[in-house]
Each structure stands twice: as C-alpha cells, then as structure tokens.
C-alpha cells in the first residue's frame, strides 16, 4: 500500500523561503519518480519538480533558479527548497509518485497514480 505524506509548508512574506518535504511509504520497485504539483485557486493544477531514483530533475521555467528539489536518502524522502517566493507561488502544492525514470511526461499529471493530500504555501 503506497502512501504519500508530505511536510511543510505555510506562510511568508515575499522573497521568503519554504521547505517541502514528502514521504514515499510501501513502494517497493527500484525505480521511482517523485516530484510536486501545485494548484492555486480558479487555475490548473501544473508540475513544479520532479526527481527521480537516478537523480535527474526537472523544473517548471516558472521556479527554475528558485526552487531546488532533492531526494535525501535512500527511503523515497524528497525535499523541495523554495527560494525567492512570490505571491504567484501561493497554492496548494501535491507531492506525486509513480514508476520508472524522468520522460517527457513528467510535468503531466496523467502520468501519476499516487498523491499526496496536499499542504498549502501562501505567499504575501
């Protein structure tokens, strides 16, 4: 039984900075792509970061330079550091998992079966 639980999360003011962190339990295949959603009210819900078990990464162009995702040990631990927060960055943000390696799939939120129940970032 795959759980998700993320961590994280709150308020700051403008040009703060949060951490994410979300928690892969019961997965038990060797290869594993973890990232973030997020989705900010009356919006479509995109891809921010993802991971996968090789260490690859991608971003969205929106948090390219602010954000940084990492995987911090070897239980499906991710990390998301958000930097240099805006207002726009206020949402409520999901961690995803799902099998396999980084594709061109990996900002699609078709592509993953498992979610985390989300926790909010407000920016101001």
């Known amino acids: 039984h795959v759980q998700l639980v993320e961590s994280g999360g709150g308020s700051v003011q403008s040009g703060g900075s949060l951490t994410l962190s979300c928690v892969v339990s019961g997965w038990t295949y060797r290869f594993i792509v973890m990232g973030w959603f997020r989705q900010a009210p009356g919006k479509e819900r995109g891809g921010v970061a993802m991971i996968d078990s090789q260490g690859s990464t991608t971003y969205h162009n929106s948090v390219s330079g602010r954000f940084s995702i990492s995987k911090e040990s070897a239980d499906n631990r991710i990390v998301l550091r958000m930097n240099s927060l805006r207002p726009d960055d206020t949402a409520m943000y999901y961690c995803?998992?799902?099998?396999?390696?980084?594709?061109?799939?990996?900002?699609?939120?078709?592509?993953?079966?498992?979610w985390g129940q989300g926790t909010q970032v407000t920016v101001s």
């Open positions: 995803v998992a799902d099998g396999g390696l980084l594709d061109s799939d990996a900002m699609s939120q078709d592509r993953y079966n498992f």
